[in-house]
Structures are given as C-alpha cells and as structure tokens.
C-alpha cells in the first residue's frame, strides 16, 4: 500500500468532490480518512493484504464502506491469484468483526464465484455493490425524512454521510434529506471517542452542507436534552439482530437511553444488508474491541499514566425496545419485532 496523491491540504475541498472509495481497476484508491478534515490523502491498495489493512487501521470505514472495499479487495485478491478465494475472503471478513455489510458484501461476491462466475463478473459485482449502496442510502434519506417534521431538532453520533457509505449517508443520509426540505433546525453531533469520526467527519460534511450544526461532548447529550427539545436522536447501524437489538458506534446505547428518559424519538437508518438474522439478539453481536492505546494516547502523546490499562469497546448494542424506528430501504418499521424485522427482509 502506497500513499498516493500529494495531500490536498485544503480544508476547502468540498466532502462531494471527495470520493472516499475509487475504483482503478489495477487497484483501489482509499480516502484516508485518519487524517481528515485537515489533509486530503488517498491510499492506493493493490492487495486484498493492503484493503484489509486499510479497513483495520481505520482509513476507510463505516460499514457500508468497508463492505464495498472488500468487495473491490476480492477483485484484486482474483485478479492476481484466481486460487485466492478463500484465503482472501478469510483476511478481509477478519479485518473487523462488527459491521456485518463486510461478511454481507464478500459472502455476495463468493455466492457469484462458486456458481461459476469469472473475475470480470465479480468486478461488476462489486460496483454494483457501491452503487447500490447510494441508491439504498437516496431512498432510505426520503422514508426518514418522511418521519421528521419541520423545525426538528436532531442529535447524531460517528460519521454516517458519503464517507461511511456508497453516498449520501445513512443516518446523516436522512438528515440531508430532511435539510433539503427546509425540516432542519439543529443537528448537535457527538464528538465520538476516541477516534473523532464526529468531530472530524461528521462535522466537515455537515458544514459543507450548510446544515445549521454543532459539535457536542458525547458525555453533554443527556445534559442538552435536560435543557432543549430534542426531536429525534438519528444514528446509523453496524449490525441490526433478527429481533431488532441494533450496534452501532460506542455511546449509541447511552445515547438511546437518555432519548428514552427525555422523551426524544429514536431512529437507526440502515441498507438490507446490515441485517443479520443468523443473530437472534443483540447478546451475540460480536464488538470489537481495540487497543488500549487508543483511549491512553492521543496522536502519540500520553493523555493516563504510563502503562494504565484501558477496555475499549468500539460498538455497543440498543435494544430494540428503546428504538422507535428502523429505516431501511425496503421500509421503515416502527418499534422493532422479530416479526416485523422478518417481514421487511422477506
Ligand atoms: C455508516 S452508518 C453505521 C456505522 O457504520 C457508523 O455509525 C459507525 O459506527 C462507524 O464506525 P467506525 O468504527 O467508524 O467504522
């Protein structure tokens, strides 16, 4: 993996002019999305080795994007190798447990190639993947939309936009919807420790959207909602369970309980292909976990004495009881059931 174009630098640049997963048919080209909104970097992968680094190291995430890169990662994976199946498919579905679109996305690709389908087909495979995926992310934008009324005040966590996604965004998606309508008072977005996918991502393309925002501690949420009505909290999802229990970006599920205490409506927008309904509830969601390192070091520097311990937890799990609505692109369901969630699958 090399990194590729000189860094724009510019905190100019607009996030739509920015595309964070490019297609090159020799290789893929990474935003990198570490060093965002300051620099404006791509990485060039060429391995599925290299996709699978860059999804782990965090330089392209956000479930639907990991998923699309791995897809692309197989395409290489093939390319060079057409013996490479397993072994690839292996490295990229481990380069994080979460996010359920990346198994989604390769197990898509794998079903096309042992019905016999050649690396051409799966290349368009995967495309098809990335475009579905704005598609998806249109059309769940105008069902969540639909939801909110005008003059809504809204809170939302992580980076959920065109980054994380095929475009548009999930979550974010919606709330770009809803802003186009003239529904958007206010957005309070959550810093999202400790990588900052919020104060970082987030808020670089809800500014260049022109969309009236705010950054906000995650810790301050439950504080804002004692002190200004909340209507909606909207986050996005990484897996969503067969009875509806949702993980999402760590501080979701205090997030949704301190919504429920003031009355604030919750909504997790998420494709299909978030669903997995091999997991009966949220108790067996995988969570990553990262190193400690990440919470006693920031950019290198010590933030907790010298060889504290940490537990870092990346994703947590809302029960379906505190949600009040599931938006996906097949529908929206509203205070999620098994039966229900089925249903919109079927
Ligand atoms: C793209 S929407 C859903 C999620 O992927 C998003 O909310 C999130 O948790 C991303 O986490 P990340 O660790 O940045 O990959």
Not at 172 to 200: C, D, F, S
Not at 243 to 269: C, E, P, Q, S, W
Not at 272 to 282: N, Q
Request: hydrophobic fraction near 50%; charge should be negative; charged fraction near 20%.
């Amino acid at each position: 993996m090399s990194a590729a174009s000189p860094s724009a630098a510019d905190a100019g640049v607009h996030a739509d002019a920015v595309q964070p997963i490019v297609w090159e048919r020799t290789h893929l080209r990474l935003l990198d999305q570490r060093v965002l909104p300051t620099d404006v970097r791509y990485l060039d992968c060429r391995t599925a080795d290299d996709v699978a680094a860059a999804i782990h190291g965090m330089a392209v995430r956000g479930a639907p994007a990991i998923g699309i890169a791995a897809a692309y990662g197989l395409v290489l994976a093939l390319r060079a190798d057409p013996g490479a199946m397993d072994a690839a498919f292996a490295t990229l579905a481990a380069s994080r447990p979460t996010a359920v679109n990346l198994r989604w996305a390769l197990e898509r690709m794998r079903r096309l190639w042992t019905q016999g389908a050649d690396v051409d087909a799966l290349e368009a495979e995967a495309v098809a993947i990335h475009e579905e995926d704005l598609a998806q992310n249109l059309r769940m934008g105008e069902l969540g939309a639909a939801l909110i009324a005008p003059g809504a005040r809204l809170v939302t966590h992580c980076n959920t936009g065109a980054l994380a996604t095929g475009g548009h965004g999930t979550a974010l998606g919606v709330i770009r919807t809803a802003h186009a309508q003239g529904k958007v008072a206010m957005v309070y977005n959550g810093e999202t420790r400790p990588w900052l996918q919020g104060a970082r991502l987030t808020a670089w393309e809800l500014q260049q959207e022109g969309i009236p925002a705010r950054l906000v501690a995650d810790g301050a949420v439950a504080h804002l909602m004692t002190r200004e009505k909340i209507d909606w909290v909207i986050v996005g999802a990484d897996r969503i369970a067969a009875n509806g229990d949702t993980a999402n970006k760590i501080g979701t599920y205090a997030l949704a309980v301190a919504a429920r205490r003031h009355g604030v409506r919750f909504m997790v927008v998420a494709p299909s292909g978030t669903f997995d309904l091999d997991c009966p509830d949220g108790s067996q969601i995988p969570i990553e976990e990262r190193t400690a390192t990440e919470l006693t070091e920031f950019r290198g520097q010590a933030v907790a004495p010298a060889g504290y311990d940490a537990f870092n937890p990346v994703f947590d799990v809302t029960p379906a009881e505190l949600i009040d609505a599931i938006v996906c692109e097949r529908g929206v369901i509203e205070n999620p059931t098994p039966e229900a969630v089925r249903a919109l699958l079927a």
